[in-house]
């Protein structure tokens, strides 16, 4: 084991107005496997510039704000930001496994006394939750049924006005097409 030879730098948030940055010099390992190897970093990402705790912030204020007013905020320029929170977001979703989705399940639920709704989209085969969103969906959706296979799809609905159930095998791009209208 050795030290790294030069100290990496991290931004971290800004403490009284002041930009922090952390140094440190990692330690890393010559494996006969993987070759050279460098410790996990705790405070941050792999390949990161910025802390875990400013991405944070930056997710933060990006949800309430316009990329621009939180660069402003944070101190940092727009393009750095965006940079920064593109990284984040590419770096979450990647461990967001919705890829092999067959079977879905939408429910809402009422909570705080039956006054606030949460619309909730799970996965049936895997037993878990894949999506929650606040609010409860509009009455006037359709549900659609998808029945995948390599080439042909075929989709099943409920008709608003007859109560009939309707299928129609489509190819995929027809699939999309259709959905687009709807």
Same mark, same amino acid.
């Given at each position: 084991m050795r030290q790294a030879q030069e100290a ?15 140094? /440190? ?5 010559? !494996? ?5 190897? *460098?410790?996990?970093?705790?405070? $941050?990402?792999?390949? $990161? ?9 930056? !997710?933060a204020l990006c949800q309430i704000m316009t990329?621009? =007013? ?5 101190? &940092? ?6 940079? !920064?929170?593109? %990284?984040?977001?590419? %770096?979450?979703?990647? +461990? ?17 006394? +039956? %006054?606030? /709704? ?17 609010? =409860? &969906? ?17 989709? /099943?609905?409920?008709?608003? *006005?007859?109560?009939?159930? !309707?299928?129609? *095998? &489509? ?12």
């Amino acid at each position: 084991m050795r030290q790294a030879q030069e100290a990496r730098s991290w931004e971290d948030v800004a403490i009284l107005g002041r930009k922090t940055l952390f140094w /440190y010099a990692p330690k890393e390992i010559l !494996c006969p496997t993987h070759g050279l190897v *460098q410790e996990k970093i705790p405070w $941050a990402a792999p390949y $990161a510039r910025i802390t875990y705790r400013l991405e944070f912030r930056i !997710c933060a204020l990006c949800q309430i704000m316009t990329q621009k =007013a939180a660069a402003a905020i944070l101190k &940092m320029a727009p393009s750095t930001l965006s940079h !920064c929170l593109h %990284r984040v977001i590419t %770096r979450v979703r990647t +461990g967001h496994k919705i890829r092999g989705l067959v079977t879905l399940g939408a429910d809402e639920i009422a909570y705080c006394k +039956g %006054r606030k /709704y949460a619309t909730i989209i799970y996965d049936l085969d895997r037993s878990h939750v894949v999506w929650v969103g606040h609010g =409860a &969906m509009p009455m006037d959706v359709t549900t659609y049924g998808l029945d995948v296979a390599k080439r042909v799809f075929q989709l /099943y609905w409920v008709d608003r *006005q007859t109560g009939e159930i !309707c299928n129609r *095998q &489509m190819s995929r791009a027809a699939l999309i097409a259709f959905l687009t209208k709807q």
